[in-house]
């Protein structure tokens, strides 16, 4: 191989990995919300099927169908309470999902974002659509243990990643499963008088006091 030739295939090689590495960062930048939600698919045939997320965030969703839509297969989904958002399927998820980016503007991304916090506003029964609730405007919710435990605790701030409870009540251990209201997490650290929680796509069946 000529040095010509080499420096044609490193040059072509390394355009090749910055743009992995670009659509792989693409795909990180926006953590998913575990919120289930049901709605319809519209393919590239114009038929419709019935969906849900397993997942969202501004960025991508993950669905499940019983007919799912092929990798790179552009799709138009109807999802209730978040109206239309469409796509390109990026890949397989297991059995019966997909993952879908998005391909609408940051203006888009942004709206959808408001949405989803006011989804899970809902979800741990705050209805304030704000992307942070703070202590002055703190709220009681239950919380469930994987062990069994429920009792009340107040919401000190919020966001679509996760959520901080105040407590008086002994925090359960860093990684274990919690319910908080009606979204699931696992405990990421403890603070003074209470604990963080990272919200997780799916939880455990906790058992019930």
């Not at 693409?26 to 849900?52: K, N, S």
């Not at 790179?72 to 399927?89: A, F, N, P, Q, T």
């Not at 919020?158 to 959520?163: D, P």
Request: charged letters at 30%; a positive charge.
């Amino acid at each position: 191989m000529t040095n010509t030739a080499a420096k044609i295939d490193f040059a072509t090689a390394a355009t090749r990995l910055v743009s992995m590495r670009t659509r792989t960062q693409e795909r990180r930048r926006f953590r998913r919300t575990p919120l289930i939600v049901g709605g319809r698919m519209l393919d590239t045939a114009g038929r419709e099927h019935d969906c849900r997320t397993a997942d969202i965030s501004p960025g991508d969703v993950r669905i499940a169908a019983t007919e799912l839509p092929t990798v790179g297969e552009r799709v138009v989904l109807y999802l209730d309470g978040i109206g239309r958002v469409s796509g390109k399927v990026a890949r397989t998820c297991g059995e019966g999902e997909v993952a879908i980016i998005f391909d609408f503007s940051a203006h888009k991304r942004e709206k959808l974002a408001e949405q989803l916090t006011v989804a899970i506003n809902k979800d741990l029964g705050i209805e304030e659509p704000a992307h942070r609730v703070v202590a002055d405007n703190a709220r009681f919710i239950r919380i469930e243990h994987e062990a069994g435990d429920a009792y009340e605790g107040e919401v000190m701030d919020f966001s679509l990643a996760g959520v901080t409870i105040r407590t008086p009540r002994m925090a359960p251990p860093i990684g274990a499963w919690v319910r908080i209201g009606g979204v699931y997490g696992r405990v990421a650290r403890l603070i003074e008088g209470g604990f963080a929680v990272d919200f997780e796509t799916r939880g455990p069946a906790l058992k019930r006091p």
